[in-house]
């Protein structure tokens, strides 16, 4: 009696996997090198400009027309000068929407706008702005007997702030726009006759 012959299977086939068309591995190679492009663009443009930071302080800042009311209101006028420094040789900035604000103890009390501007390479500008406030109600019943105190001092301190949409230009070349934030700490505004006042450096974020 014959035994049952198994069954034979056909030889499996390995898989076979298709090559991406050529076009895509254009398109690939082509995405690749532009980006490869553009970081040596970028790298080599800061090679030559090597853009060193702005640099802002305050030189001078007095206060007029003080009066805090027994309900916490305050009633001033603020005189603030700020210089700014470009440092560049090859950068110039263009600034746009620019808003200076003066606070106290993390309150703002007053802001006002101030115009655009253009300041060339290896430059130093002088920003004078006036702000008065009308009424501002100090937030924080703390806040209002600090200002006493310092008031009673013959000075107090303030914080300046300055905020710009600005724009660099190299040559014929400008960049996209960038927000600058420049923050003055502490400055110290003296009441009397002794007015002597102390520069402030600023901290420039951008």
């Not at 970081?39 to 302080?57: D, F, Q, S």
């Not at 263009?94 to 060339?120: H, I, K, L, N, T």
Request: aromatic content about 10%; overall charge positive.
């Amino acid at each position: 009696m014959q035994r049952p012959q198994p069954s034979r299977r056909p030889p499996t086939r390995p898989p076979q996997y298709r090559r991406p068309p050529t076009l895509l591995r254009c398109v690939v190679f082509t995405i690749l090198a532009i980006i490869i492009l553009v970081g040596l663009a970028v790298l080599v443009t800061w090679l030559v400009i090597r853009p060193t930071k702005i640099e802002y302080a305050v030189e001078n800042a007095t206060i007029t027309h003080y009066n805090l009311t027994s309900k916490d209101a305050l009633n001033a006028t603020f005189d603030v000068s700020l210089v700014a420094y470009n440092p560049n040789r090859r950068v110039s900035i263009y600034y746009e929407q620019v808003e200076f604000s003066v606070w106290y103890a993390d309150q703002m009390v007053v802001s006002r706008g101030g115009e655009a501007f253009y300041q060339p390479r290896r430059n130093v500008t002088r920003l004078d702005f006036e702000a008065a406030a009308e009424g501002v109600r100090l937030m924080k019943g703390d806040v209002a007997v600090q200002m006493r105190r310092e008031r009673s001092g013959g000075r107090i301190y303030i914080e300046v702030k300055m905020k710009a949409r600005v724009r660099f230009r190299v040559g014929s070349w400008r960049s996209k726009h960038y927000t600058m934030r420049v923050d003055c700490y502490p400055v110290t505004v003296r009441f009397g006759k002794k007015k002597a006042f102390e520069r402030t450096d600023c901290e420039v974020d951008l």
